[in-house]
């Protein structure tokens, strides 16, 4: 799970935490583990108690030092706000406490408020003083408040400690913090096990419920999960997380976890999509099929990548290639991981893109659209929550990013409206409209790698938002791609009509968006072109009350889409 590298999950291997997670859940679950951090933990129940952050693709466990008993903190259906805040905390001294990274994350609850609770006290007769958490209390620096879609963290990367392996690199020992561990309740081997009852801590979890069953006795279960049956009235709770550690990757994590789970779930809204995505055989609704393992995973992809690396494919083998390789990767994560082992697959999928479409001096004809857009939606859903695997990064950097700048050109094509008429046949605006809105689907998963990037390590750095922007920016065709991004935008949110967006057109706002606020923050001639071209549209029409009638507030996706959609008003129309 844990690995060394640019883009590995932690700065340095925890044996002994990866061997707990691997032994006492699912494979599934397992996995699923995007990211695992110590770090100091402080929230209603828990008051400064160094712990294990794990994060999976669905929710955040906590777990003692050392892992004893795994539980669930809560699901990112019922995150609100994941911020870093710039302030020093009072209960850490010197080097610590100019190192720390505080994240505070703001969730729903149902359970009932608990006050003033110092459960070290009480279980073990020590403990530290009761301190209200740091959003209460006075800071040194104001708060940075970033939302989902905004990942940069403030401090630079550094080269890594050093430290034993069975200890992770990103925060010291307890006791050189000060704090004390969570305590003991491990309960002895000959103590009877009542009727029904797990002998061991942790049960494997049961992907269906998400719900991890506790040990007997453990400290951390009871409190966590005491008090379970509230008043049913959902209320806003904080946890606050603090890595003592200037290589930090958790609140990264926790942004890209965020951001990939409010799509996904999005998403899965829409029938179609869940169907595209869904394992189980439209023949066997509700049938949960047996996992596939990686082995036998790892044997189909290589026999698929082998068909379509195979020299004088047809076009019409070609796309149903692609197309299967495309619905294979939606439906399991370990394919897409294994993409980016290796160079050749994605080398030809750029190199087809270039063909197909940058190639063109006469106009675009529907085949090459068709195959242009599989190509890039094929692309997009391999960048989908692979950012824990290393080989990703190391790629796309290899020799100071060539590869990926061949696929940044590639995907931009000629968007103007008068030019497209005169070089593409009427029926193909609609095939050159789904392409675009493809290719901005893939733009924003490249940003977001570019966000990631910059905190990896100072040789990768250039792997960064601003640099991406670069390469794009003298791109012959690249304003009037952007422009008909800008055009949709517009579109959507001054549409008079009160009907509300789909699961798929909620995504693709948030994703132009995303690329929109990016260009206005990180390149300074792609943001004057924004400003002299479109102020006027962003002044008269698009309106944040219309965003707030055609995004159902049921959606995940509908809040932070909002908040974007305020950044980009506020940049346009007050600079």
Known sequence: MARTGCGALLSRRNIKLDSFLKRNTERAVYERIRAHEPCVVISETVNKVYM?????????????????????????????????????????????????????????????????CDWLRRDKGV??????????????????????????????????????????????????????RAPSTRPPST?????????????????????????????????????????????????HLY???????????????????????????????????????????????????????AHLFGQLSCELLQEGISVESLYL?????????????????????SSELLVFLVQTLEESLQSLSGGYTA????????????LAVMFRETEVEPARLNLLAAKKGALASRMLLAVICDADPQTRSQRSPVDCEALLSEYLDAACSLLFELLLLGH????????????????????????????????????????????????????????LLFQRCRLLLACLQYNNQLAQHLRSHFREEFRYFVKLSCAEEKLPPHYPISQPTL?????????????
Request: with cysteine; glycine share 4%.
């Open 243 to 297: 890595a003592v550690s200037h290589t930090s990757r958790l609140y990264l994590h926790l942004q890209s976890s965020w951001s990939s789970f409010i799509i996904r779930s999005t998403l899965s809204l829409d029938p179609l999509h869940r169907r595209k995505c869904s394992p189980s055989p439209d023949s066997c609704p509700g049938k949960r099929l047996p996992a596939i393992s990686w082995e036998r995973t």
């Open 321 to 341: 290639l692609l197309q299967e390789l495309r619905t294979a990767a939606q439906r399991s994560v370990a394919l897409r991981r294994l993409f980016w082992r």
């Open 452 to 507: 990631n990037a910059s905190r990896c390590s100072p040789a990768d750095n250039f792997l960064s938002v601003g640099w991406i922007l670069g390469v794009l920016q003298p791109h012959p065709h690249m304003l009037s791609f952007i422009g008909y991004q800008v055009q949709q935008v517009v579109l959507v949110l001054s549409d008079p009509q009160d009907s509300s967006l789909s699961p798929l057109q909620s995504v």
């Open 127 to 180: 403990g530290l003083p009761y301190a209200a958490p740091p959003s209460r209390r006075t800071s040194h620096c104001p708060t940075i408040t970033h939302t989902v879609e905004g990942l940069t963290a403030h401090r630079s990367p550094s080269e890594l400690r050093t430290s034993s392996p069975t200890r992770s690199a990103s925060c010291p020992d307890p006791e050189t913090l000060g704090l004390p």
């Open 52 to 116: 294990h952050v794990v994060l999976s693709d669905e929710r955040v466990y906590l777990t003692e030092y050392p892992p004893r008993t795994l539980t669930e903190a809560f699901s990112f259906r019922r995150v609100r706000d994941v911020e870093l805040v710039n302030d020093l905390p009072d209960f850490l001294h010197g080097k610590n406490r100019e190192l720390c990274q505080h994240i505070r994350i703001t969730y729903l609850t149902d359970k009932p408020a608990v006050r003033g």
């Open 191 to 239: 103590a009877p096990t009542p009727a029904g009852s797990p002998t061991f801590p942790l049960s494997p979890t049961s992907p269906e419920t998400g719900q991890v069953p506790r040990g007997i006795g453990s400290v951390l279960s009871r409190l966590l999960k005491r008090d379970s049956t509230g008043s049913g009235e959902e209320r806003e709770a904080e946890l």
């Open 367 to 378: 085949d090459q659209l068709l195959l242009s857009t599989l190509t890039v939606q094929t």
């Open 563 to 575: 908040q974007l959609v305020e950044q980009i008003l506020t940049l346009h129309l007050h600079r």
